[in-house]
């Protein structure tokens, strides 16, 4: 928060806001928080820590934010790993324009993952490891440039049984994302190297990005029947 700058009181959308482990301090910070996810199961969680007034979940899905929420909030937070679910990158881009919606005009996102450019830097394509129980776990990972779908498989092996897993995400460049931001009306003005105070860097596995909602744009001001005072000042000014 470090980073925002946001007065005590300020209204923080926390999403997706998994069992509360950022909305609940951010509450006790003096901050009014609201999370949302998908998983009731986690929202379950994240309410037996507590909730108040200034301290709200909701479930539901990132792509369609309540209609409520249009420029309610001075910060929302995509962190740890939370965006590039959909199989569809149409519905990552709808996340984004959701996320501008509920901004008030000034308000700041601050979005934190992969970064693409990093992850395909320091390529792992399998690596394995004993848990403290002894079970092994293996990972094989494989990519697909063109959509930038990470495909992750996980198997293990132990005392607590055996199984496999995959798990899919869709890896983003800065760049990227800061078009998808720009489409949506919000202006990335900051990119860390995660959530170190460094600049993001082509071999940053992580990144954070800090962007801002535009203001209202002014009125244009319309051509329409001259004043009498206004036809005298251009009559002075030829
Ligand atoms: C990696 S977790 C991170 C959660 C939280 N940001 C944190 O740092 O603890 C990703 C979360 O996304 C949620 N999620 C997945 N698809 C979603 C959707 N369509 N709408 C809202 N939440 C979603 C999952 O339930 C999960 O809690």
Known sequence: MDILALPTRSRVLDVPCGQGRHAHPLAEAGFRVEGLDYSQHLIDIARERGTGPTLKYA????????????????????????????????????VIREFAR????????????????GVMAKFLSRDWWKSDDGTMIGHERSFDPLSGLLTIDTAWEGPSGRGTRQHRIRLYTASRLADLCLDAGLVVEE????????????RSGEMLLVARKRELPRPRSRPGPIRRDSRARRANAS
């Open 59 to 94: 479930r539901g899905d990132m792509r369609k934010l309540p209609m409520r929420w249009t420029a309610r909030f001075d910060a929302v937070l995509n962190l740890f790993t939370s965006f590039g679910f959909f199989t569809d990158a149409a519905d990552d881009a709808d």
């Open 102 to 117: 509920v901004l008030k005009p000034g308000g700041t996102l601050v979005w934190h993952g992969g970064s693409r450019d």
């Open 191 to 202: 990119a860390y190297d995660g959530f170190h105070d460094r600049p993001l860097t082509r």
